[in-house]
């Protein structure tokens, strides 16, 4: 079975552009989590989805959005990219959303902001 | 923000010996869970633990848990080179929220 992929696998924009990235989580699985990490930090939580709503979002400004579609697929977006955005975005998926789902990760998408 | 922190930042061994990450937290938990990331890809899950639950294995991999203290630790034992790594501790708080990771440890093991 494959696991959570990932799309692009590396990034370059310029400063004010905008990106989407996408996840396909592992088949049968229903949620999906969206992390940033910063080189040398641990991953920051932005969102997550279950059943195609919002069930979760952490500090990161409006420029950052999500949205799960009907195949429990998931877009990231982050319009008017600022140089501090340059992070490894990484795609999770769990089969339910709740206490002591584990997740299962995708290899995330390289996004280097010049 | 970030709930666990670990210590060592780093930490470095010769293969074959015992290498010991620890991970502090600072709210009620549900579970306590491990993952090691490899070159800065992707996080694989290692182990679960349960806030009632004390120890768990899981091959060569022990972990603790102290609810009083709020604290865990990772004991890899009898380590090989392919266990470079970093290693994260990840939270899972009370109230349903989502988890929650540390810094992470970078562990060096040198053939």
């Known amino acids: 079975d494959a696991g959570v992929t990932q799309s692009p696998t590396h990034l370059i924009k310029t400063r004010g552009q905008h990106v989407t990235l996408r996840c396909s989580p592992i088949s049968g699985h229903k949620s999906v989590s969206w992390y940033q990490q910063v080189l040398g930090q641990g991953p920051q939580f932005i969102f997550q989805y279950y059943e195609k709503e919002e069930r979760g979002r952490g500090n990161f400004p409006d420029r950052f959005s999500a949205r799960q579609f009907p195949n429990y697929s998931s877009e990231l977006n982050v319009n008017a990219l600022l140089l501090g955005d340059s992070a490894l975005y990484l795609c999770?998926?769990?089969?339910?959303?709740?206490?002591?789902?584990?997740?299962?990760f995708g290899s995330g998408t390289q996004l280097s902001v010049l | 923000s970030q709930q666990g922190e670990e210590d060592p930042q780093a930490l470095s061994i010769q293969e074959g010996e015992n290498a010991t990450m620890n991970c502090s937290y600072k709210?009620?938990?549900?579970?306590l869970q491990w993952y090691r990331q490899n070159s800065g890809r992707g996080l694989v899950h290692l182990i679960l633990i349960r806030s009632n639950e004390r120890e768990k294995h899981s091959g060569r991999l022990r972990v603790t848990l102290d609810t009083s203290k709020k604290s865990s630790s990772l004991l890899i034992t009898a380590s090989r080179a392919a266990d470079t790594a970093s290693y994260f501790c990840?939270?899972?708080?009370?109230?349903?929220?989502?988890?929650?990771f540390g810094k992470g440890t970078r562990l060096s093991v040198i053939a």
């Open positions: 999770a998926s769990s089969f339910l959303q709740g206490a002591n789902e584990k997740l299962f």
């Open positions: 709210t009620s938990i549900n579970n």
């Open positions: 990840a939270t899972d708080r009370v109230g349903n929220t989502p988890l929650v």
